[in-house]
């Protein structure tokens, strides 16, 4: 299915030149063109859906500490774990006095993915040495970098692998709020969207 995702601003990169007005077209899980709505609309309305976002459209962000964050600390599950574990997640030897089974890190990881993926996050650093952590990982559709890979996402452009986040803008204004995920999208799919 195609989707227009239409923003207020699209960045082809992380701080590149803003383009007020553009859109982004996806087929399947590519992204098919890149222009000013009003083309991209009269070319493929009849054909694709619409989704508007009162935001910036942007690669998303590449986690380059994701070994650490699914694989050394453990996302107690709320609301079942809280009231034992707390909500914040546990490091060194409070993870240590756990009984850390595979099971048990592949749900951290699980839980640890979604809030990436509520930050924008579209790519990690990899290895991951936990074979339930690397299935939770796979079946996520983030990009995967090894060490020392480029850290930045890659470029939107068309042909590509439509990976990118919209965000509410930048948060440099004295009493704005700081800027927020408003959506995810991993290899076409809307994986997250803030309610």
Wanted: net charge neutral; hydrophobic share 35%; aromatic share 6%.
């Amino acid at each position: 299915m195609l989707t227009i995702h239409r923003a207020r601003v699209v960045r082809r990169t992380p701080g590149g030149e803003p383009l007020p007005g553009h859109a982004l077209v996806v087929d399947g899980d590519r992204i098919a063109a890149i222009g000013p709505y009003e083309e991209l609309f009269a070319e493929y309305s009849g054909r694709a859906r619409v989704r508007e976002w009162d935001g910036e459209l942007t690669p998303g962000r590449h986690e380059p500490d994701a070994p650490t964050l699914l694989e050394s600390v453990y996302h107690p599950d709320d609301p079942f774990e809280v009231d034992e574990l707390g909500s914040a997640p546990l490091t060194g030897e409070a993870v240590a006095a756990l009984e850390m089974t595979d099971t048990r890190w592949g749900q951290s990881a699980r839980r640890a993915l979604q809030k990436l993926l509520a930050t924008g996050t579209t790519g990690l650093t990899g290895p991951f040495t936990r074979p339930r952590v690397r299935t939770v990982v796979s079946r996520s559709g983030l990009r995967v970098l090894p060490p020392g890979g480029p850290a930045a996402p890659p470029p939107l452009t068309p042909g590509a692998r439509a990976d990118f986040a919209v965000f509410t803008g930048p948060d440099a204004a004295p009493g704005r709020e700081p800027a927020r995920c408003l959506a995810t999208v991993i290899a076409g799919r809307l994986v997250h969207r803030r309610a």
